[in-house]
């Protein structure tokens, strides 16, 4: 028998109010979101020909939550949060830095934290980064038909030159406000990975290229 598309809807939509509601029933959870560097074409990068070594100290988390990234506001009050990989995000924004010099084609080394930059006066290294996150949040809000997510990245960077012992700071940052018709935490984690993204490649852009 052929189903004829009111026949269609009337079946569909008790099935999808079921599903919608056993979900948004749930009790609360806390999604991990694996921070990283996500660049969108890796074979468009090119590597610098002749690579400098850039030493990077273990970032500062300036944030009040530091154990958190973000929640989830759910249609019926509830509220999920979001818990960042690898912890701390300290260390989730050092790696995720490193991973990005590499892929750029520079040599890397990490430091140990508090570090005395001036002692090292010879290079290599030619560079040395060290910084504070001062956001890196990521929040989602459901509402009828849709959820809004909003993400968010600043990071304060120091740049110390060892050859000429110079050295200059720089926030950079950037947001994410993607719209999905269903919540998903990969859309999440994709989010603020994109905005973290972004914001290392306005570093490398600014301050290392030559």
């Known amino acids: ?64 939550d530091k154990k958190g990234i973000g929640k989830r506001s759910r249609l019926t009050g509830q509220v999920d949060e979001f818990e960042i990989r690898p912890y701390p995000a300290s260390t989730a924004v050092t790696e995720a830095l490193i991973s990005a010099l590499k892929i750029h084609g520079y040599q890397t080394k990490l ?9 090292i006066t010879v290079a290599p290294p030619h560079i040395i980064l060290s910084g504070k996150i001062e956001e890196l949040r990521a929040d989602a809000v459901s509402k009828p038909g849709y ?14 030159r ?22 998903n935490p990969n859309v999440m984690q994709s989010a603020i990975n994109e905005a973290l993204t972004e914001a290392i490649n306005k570093l490398i852009a600014q301050k290392l290229k030559p």
């Not at 959820?147 to 110390?160: E, H, Q």
């Open 1 to 64: 028998m052929k189903l004829s598309k009111s026949h269609i809807v009337g079946w569909a939509f008790p099935t999808l109010l079921l599903i919608y509601l056993s979900t948004a029933c749930a009790p609360s959870v806390t999604y991990v979101v694996d921070v990283a560097y996500t660049p969108a074409l890796k074979e468009q990068l090119r590597p610098i020909t002749e690579p400098l070594q850039i030493a990077v100290m273990p970032f500062d988390d300036q944030r009040a």
């Open 111 to 119: 430091l140990s934290r508090g570090t005395d930059e001036t002692s």
């Open 147 to 160: 959820t809004d997510i909003k993400t968010s990245v600043r990071l304060k960077v120091r740049v110390y």
């Open 162 to 183: 060892v050859d000429d012992r110079s050295s200059s700071t720089m926030t950079i940052q950037s947001q994410t406000e993607p719209r999905v018709a269903l919540f």
